[in-house]
């Protein structure tokens, strides 16, 4: 069984923009978490949190290539350690694919069809917040999904 799941979107903004709204801890609570402790780096170790779900969880950062590449692995104080790798790639109109992929899933999990599918439907939500905060400078989409 093959045990990632595999999101693409496009951007209307260069990869260096779409890079610093995910690694800088001042823009990351405009599409995704509350807040970020620091900036994503290869070798940190970050604390994210939710304020509204008063929940925070720590990722580390395994890989970063600036406007490139961001990998980290998550989940590892619940026994469900996953790597996430953010693909970016420049198209020549400014505009941005990027790719999550997130791996790792424990496949003997009788719940591993429900958990992939809830990372899933978790990443193409990012991705839409992520979007509409870079293309329309809307901040306030995060946070909103209901499970």
């Known amino acids: 069984m093959d045990t990632q799941v595999t999101t693409k979107f496009k ?36 604390i994210l949190r939710y304020d509204e779900y008063e929940a925070e969880g720590t ?21 469900e350690e ?13 505009s941005t694919i990027i790719e999550v992929n997130e791996s790792g899933f424990n496949e003997d999990d009788p719940e591993i069809v429900n958990k992939m599918l809830g990372q899933k439907e978790g990443w193409v939500y990012m991705l839409t917040c992520l979007k509409g905060y870079l293309e329309n400078d809307v901040s306030n989409l995060r946070a909103s999904l209901i499970h």
């Open 82 to 94: 996953t790597v996430v790798t953010i693909t970016l790639k420049e198209l020549g109109n400014a």
């Open 11 to 46: 951007i209307h903004k260069p990869t260096n923009e779409v890079f610093e709204a995910i690694v800088d801890p001042e823009k990351i609570g405009n599409f995704w978490f509350s807040s970020s402790s620091e900036r994503w780096e290869q070798g940190k170790s970050v």
């Open 59 to 79: 990722i580390h950062v395994l890989e970063v290539e600036e406007n490139k590449k961001i990998m980290f692995s998550w989940g590892g104080e619940s026994d």
